[in-house]
């Protein structure tokens, strides 16, 4: 069936970093765009990044520019997402999606369970 699972969420201080994995099975992973988002409490599920199947085109939230890199390895049915210099406010649940939709989450075929990150001051 169908899985997508994230992993390497977990605490860290402000300035730090964390890289988020998603693993994906089941469905043709390599020519699917994926995406990720992230849920605060009490707030909505909000765009992060995206990259094509092909690895080739990339978008990012505006307020996310320059911090965090998404990529992908299509051998391995892999995502990444590289976060650097955290803040507490990127503290969130963080899902993976797969299969179109680009920012939106809606749009998106598949979706993961999410891995948390918290970033403490």
């Known amino acids: 069936q169908v899985q997508l699972v994230e992993s390497g969420g977990g605490l860290v201080q402000a300035g730090g970093s964390l890289r988020l994995s998603c693993a994906a099975s089941?469905?043709?992973?390599?020519?699917?765009?994926m995406g990720w988002f992230r849920q605060a409490p009490g707030k909505q599920r909000e765009f992060v990044a995206a990259?094509?199947?092909?690895?080739?085109?990339?978008g990012y939230a505006d307020s996310l520019k320059g911090r965090f890199t998404i990529s992908r390895d299509n051998a391995k049915s892999m995502g990444y997402l590289q976060m650097n210099s955290l803040k507490p406010e990127d503290t969130a649940v963080y899902y993976c999606?797969?299969?179109?939709?680009?920012?939106?989450?809606?749009?998106?075929?598949?979706g993961g369970q999410g891995t948390q990150v918290t970033v403490s001051s």
């Open positions: 089941g469905f043709t992973f390599s020519s699917s765009n």
């Open positions: 999606a797969a299969g179109g939709g680009w920012s939106n989450w809606s749009n998106y075929n598949y």
């Open positions: 990259i094509s199947w092909s690895g080739a085109g990339t």
